[in-house]
């Protein structure tokens, strides 16, 4: 069951330090995206159920909503910039966006680059299969070996752990995340080793055909959340609008409504 973190500061908190007391030599970052009327939000729009770009260009997903709230809340309109996994802390760090959401772990590059919100997803890395080998790939050593055909996409923390831990098995880089379980469901791979939100999600989009493998746990554990330009008062802001979205409920209803 995924779970979500209730942790970080007091909403009344976080409001009453963002823009409070002495004026900085240097407008913060939350003032320019005030002054602007915009705030900037990197997505790949390629990750059911926090991200994802229909074909005729809409973006729908958990975190989608979510931006749209954060921009309200702001008090300016929200502009979505795309980027992938593999650019989108290059795209970060060129300044291309003020906020990265949409299922975004919480890994040391990524937060020495920025500030991370506080996570609104708890989750770990599990295998995704045909339901026939759903008892078959059931730990790392079943999966590493030379007949396994293992599928990732490019870039991302799945890439990382594809690379690191799988010697032995076949490896291949699909670069298409929207259409890389068909690569499963039309054996052309066998596995895929991805976020538990995406294998619970895959399974539930492919009824009898594709199914999470019957692991005892997750391979690791780590949280998402929202990668946002370095400012202590922007940072406090969303910290307590992403608490109180969470406190409240608003998140896991939310997230609810984008896994149907």
Request: net charge negative; charged share 25%; hydrophobic share 40%.
């Amino acid at each position: 069951m995924l779970k979500f973190a209730v942790t970080g500061v007091v909403l009344a908190a976080a409001l009453a330090a963002s823009g409070q007391g002495k004026k900085p030599a240097e407008p913060s970052v939350l003032l320019q995206i005030q002054q602007a009327g915009v705030l900037r939000i990197g997505t790949t729009g390629d990750y059911k159920p926090f991200s994802f770009k229909t074909p005729d260009g809409t973006l729908t997903g958990a975190d989608i909503e979510m931006a749209k709230d954060l921009a309200a809340t702001l008090g300016v309109r929200p502009e979505f910039v795309p980027t992938t996994w593999k650019t989108l802390l290059d795209d970060f760090k060129a300044g291309k966006f003020d906020v990265a959401l949409g299922g975004i772990t919480v890994n040391p590059d990524r937060a020495a680059a920025g500030d991370f919100s506080i996570p609104n997803v708890s989750d770990g890395k599990r295998p995704i299969v045909r339901c026939a080998d759903k008892s078959k790939y059931t730990s790392l050593d079943a999966i590493d070996v030379p007949a396994t055909r293992v599928v990732t996409n490019p870039g991302g923390t799945n890439d990382k752990f594809a690379h690191e831990h799988f010697t032995k098995a076949q490896i291949a880089v699909w670069p298409d995340n929207k259409t890389i379980f068909d690569q499963i469901v039309d054996n052309k791979a066998d596995v895929m080793v991805t976020d538990g939100v995406e294998v619970d999600l895959q399974s539930k989009l492919h009824p009898g055909v594709l199914c999470p493998a019957a692991v005892t746990a997750p391979f690791t554990h780590f949280e998402d959340a929202y990668l946002l330009r370095k400012d202590k008062d922007l940072h406090a802001v969303v910290d307590g609008w992403m608490w109180q979205a969470i406190a409240s409920g608003k998140w896991q209803k939310t997230y609810d409504a984008a896994m149907q």
